[in-house]
């Protein structure tokens, strides 16, 4: 009888000593959870300024501004302009 | 002698003794009944008690969505910011610090001292909405009572080029106008909450459970082309500039699928930075402000006509002298010509031939037409304040008045309706449901007329741009394009001005196979010019012509250098 007490004590401490442990993975692995988490809400805040950056780089006004000014760009004649049909795409 | 017989003791009555164990029970008793009561029957206050020692519900904000283009260019985006803000009693600085903050927030050292020295308030904000980095520095800054909270802000990468369209948000990140308001459900999204527990650190160790989960506002993607409409911002400020005029609007709207491709007005503003607005900047003259369109409504009257069967495109129409008297009102014709056949009268702009062509029509059916059309009534996209214009009812038409309409006068119109009423032309008879967000592909309208009628119309339209027409400025090298000019005198103290005009040209293109409409309209132009031909049919064409390109549109007609008229040749437009 004291045998099976103790045996069966020492099964209780190991199952609350596993408790314990997976409690504290939980909580670690619910930590960096979080931190990835809120590093996802940096990195889409990031993305949204690079976004506004681009757009603010790409403004068709100041492509315009720069092709005809600095790099001497220019739209080709209409004449010199050859519109190629596209062969319909599987038909 | 034993202790029990020893005289000193006295013998006491046996019931305190077993009093005293009563008591002893009942004390007992009492304690396991509040025990009971606590952990068993009354269980959430202790509970409660508990949680809120490492509990916490923390507010999950939901980012609004983005506004794009239709090629998934930015044009409206949020992003986080910092507000700072003092307990103005908690806080000690000394000058040095205080200017060194106030040149961080970029606020007068005055001001912040005036701010921070009324003791009365516990809570004032010294500047909002500025950027993180510079929060950053504030915050290295240390000085106690000063506290920072982080907001969104909304940024608008296209400026004043689309301001109209897009709107912009308030302080609070809700729609004030245009799309930001008319979208502000979708776009703004549902803040949640969720339970946490949080260690002694402060850090987040568990979640208990979520509340309510935040939902981020959906992205919404316009039926808008950035680089159309910035083209036709920069042809229509040009023109507005040129002219001297107060304003001016132009609306592009795909044929087929009936989207708004662009959108314009001037003059505008930049939505990043609305210091000094006037209410002239902020409106949305095409989507609110209604006009009395002119010589742009006579294609309809002539579409009425040939609808009926009362005429041909060749039947003719007397209009001379060049004077047509009503009651006491006599309409006149800039050139007076003699006997016009319908397409001339488009071609020529006839005011007397358009009225002659109207009296001999049913009340009913002109107005029927107009009102199919969309006038009179809300083109119904869901922007905010979209007018409706003016459009009586049919039974309080006077001759006179009926007169007057088929040239478009008497009837006021917004300049999107106008556009609208147009693509009935370009889809063969079809009028396209207008649409601010972008679609999948061609729509289906509702049949207005018959396909032979849009055809009929669509050829004399394009009579009135060719040489010895009103509109050969509107051309478009290698396209064949159809359209239709309009010079009005502007109503003023309920009669018309005789200086001030309002100058439009409403077209499309290419007449073979119609992709694009187009409408222009000028507002008092005071440089000289004032006739449409001459004032809104070169943005017409300038827009049309890059408008088509980027679209791919392969040309309907050879390449030939267009001949602008010289001086006076051109065909005079009624007014």
């Known amino acids: 009888m004291a045998k099976l007490n103790l045996v069966l004590l020492a099964l209780l401490l190991a199952c609350a000593l596993g408790l314990i442990t997976s409690q504290h993975q939980a909580r670690k692995g619910f930590s960096e959870l979080e931190r990835e988490q809120a590093r996802s809400r940096e990195l889409d805040v990031e993305y949204g300024q690079l976004q506004l950056e681009a757009s603010t780089w790409g403004l068709h006004a100041r492509v315009e501004r720069i092709a005809s000014a600095s790099l001497g760009m220019r739209a080709p004649d209409p004449r010199r302009v050859r519109v190629v049909e596209l062969e319909a795409a599987g038909k | 002698m034993s202790f029990a017989s020893s005289p000193a003791i006295v013998r006491l009555p046996l019931w305190r003794s077993r009093f005293v164990l009563l008591v002893l029970l009942a004390a007992f008793a009492v304690l396991v009944?509040?025990?009971?009561?606590?952990?068993?029957?009354?269980?959430?206050?202790?509970?409660?008690?508990?949680?809120?020692?490492?509990?916490?519900?923390?507010?999950?904000?939901?980012?609004?969505?983005?506004i794009l283009d239709r090629n998934g260019e930015a044009l409206a985006i949020s992003t986080p910011v910092k507000s700072v803000w003092a307990i103005p009693e908690d806080v000690s600085a000394g000058?040095?610090?205080?200017?060194?903050?106030?040149?961080?927030?970029?606020?007068?050292?005055?001001?912040?001292?005036?701010?921070?020295?009324?003791?009365?308030?516990?809570?004032?904000?010294?500047?909002?909405?500025?950027?993180?980095?510079?929060?950053?520095?504030?915050?290295?800054?240390?000085?106690?009572?000063?506290?920072?909270?982080?907001?969104?802000?909304?940024?608008?990468?296209?400026?004043?080029?689309?301001?109209?369209?897009?709107?912009?948000?308030?302080?609070?990140d809700s729609g004030q106008e245009g799309i930001e308001l008319a979208y502000q459900k979708s776009l703004a999204g549902n803040a949640g909450s969720r339970r946490v527990i949080k260690d002694r650190l402060g850090r987040i160790v568990e979640d208990v459970g979520s509340v309510r989960s935040a939902q981020d506002g959906r992205d919404l993607i316009l039926a808008l082309d950035g680089k159309i409409q910035s083209l036709a911002y920069s042809a229509l400020k040009a023109a507005v500039e040129q002219h001297r005029a107060r304003a001016g609007a132009i609306v592009v709207l795909d044929a087929r699928s009936g989207e708004l491709l662009a959108l314009a007005n001037v003059p505008s503003y930049n939505p990043n930075n609305r210091g000094r607005l006037g209410g002239a900047q902020l409106r949305n003259r095409a989507m609110t402000d209604t006009f009395e369109p002119g010589s742009t409504l006579k294609p309809?009257?002539?579409?009425?006509?040939?609808?009926?069967?009362?005429?041909?495109?060749?039947?003719?129409?007397?209009?001379?002298?060049?004077?047509?008297?009503?009651?006491?009102?006599?309409?006149?014709?800039?050139?007076?010509?003699?006997?016009?056949?319908?397409?001339?009268?488009?071609?020529k702009s006839s005011n007397v031939g358009a009225a002659k062509l109207a009296l001999s029509l049913p009340r009913e059916e002109m107005w029927a037409l107009f009102h199919e059309v969309g006038f009179g009534a809300q083109p119904d996209i869901g922007f905010p304040g979209e007018a409706s214009g003016r459009l009586r009812e049919w039974k309080q038409w006077r001759p006179i008045e009926q007169a007057t309409m088929a040239y478009g006068h008497g009837i006021s119109v917004s300049l999107v309706q106008l556009a609208r009423a147009y693509s009935v032309f370009a889809r063969d008879g079809e009028l396209a449901p207008l649409s601010l967000v972008k679609l999948d592909g061609p729509v289906t309208g509702k049949r207005v007329i018959a396909p032979e009628t849009a055809h009929a119309v669509r050829e004399m339209l394009e009579l009135a741009v060719q040489p010895g027409g009103t509109g050969p400025r509107a051309r478009v090298m290698g396209y064949r394009v159809a359209g239709k000019t309009g010079t009005a005198h502007k109503q003023e103290n309920g009669g018309y001005s005789a200086h001030k005009y309002l100058s439009s040209f409403v077209g499309l293109?290419?007449?073979?196979?119609?992709?694009?409409?187009?409408?222009?309209?000028?507002?008092?132009?005071?440089?000289?010019?004032?006739?449409?031909?001459?004032?809104?049919?070169?943005?017409?064409?300038?827009?049309?012509?890059?408008?088509?390109?980027?679209?791919?549109?392969?040309?309907?007609?050879?390449?030939?250098?267009?001949?602008?008229?010289?001086?006076?040749?051109?065909?005079?437009?009624?007014?």
């Open chain 2, 95 to 172: 000058p040095a610090q205080l200017a060194r903050l106030a040149k961080l927030l970029g606020v007068d050292a005055r001001e912040l001292q005036t701010k921070l020295a009324d003791a009365e308030r516990d809570f004032v904000y010294l500047k909002r909405q500025i950027p993180p980095e510079t929060a950053d520095q504030v915050a290295a800054l240390g000085i106690p009572g000063i506290y920072q909270n982080r907001e969104y802000r909304r940024y608008y990468p296209g400026g004043e080029v689309m301001t109209h369209v897009i709107g912009f948000t308030g302080v609070e």
């Open chain 2, 33 to 66: 009944g509040r025990s009971l009561y606590l952990q068993a029957v009354d269980t959430d206050f202790l509970q409660m008690k508990g949680e809120s020692r490492y509990s916490r519900v923390i507010e999950t904000p939901a980012t609004r969505g983005r």
């Open chain 2, 509 to 575: 293109a290419p007449a073979s196979d119609p992709r694009l409409v187009i409408a222009v309209m000028i507002d008092e132009p005071s440089a000289g010019q004032y006739y449409g031909g001459a004032v809104a049919a070169p943005v017409f064409s300038q827009v049309m012509q890059g408008a088509l390109r980027r679209l791919g549109v392969a040309p309907d007609a050879p390449m030939r250098p267009i001949e602008l008229p010289g001086e006076g040749e051109e065909a005079k437009e009624s007014t």
């Open chain 2, 300 to 347: 309809f009257t002539v579409a009425v006509a040939l609808e009926l069967g009362k005429v041909t495109p060749s039947s003719t129409v007397q209009t001379a002298p060049g004077r047509l008297t009503i009651a006491n009102y006599t309409i006149h014709d800039a050139h007076p010509a003699g006997a016009l056949t319908v397409a001339q009268i488009i071609q």
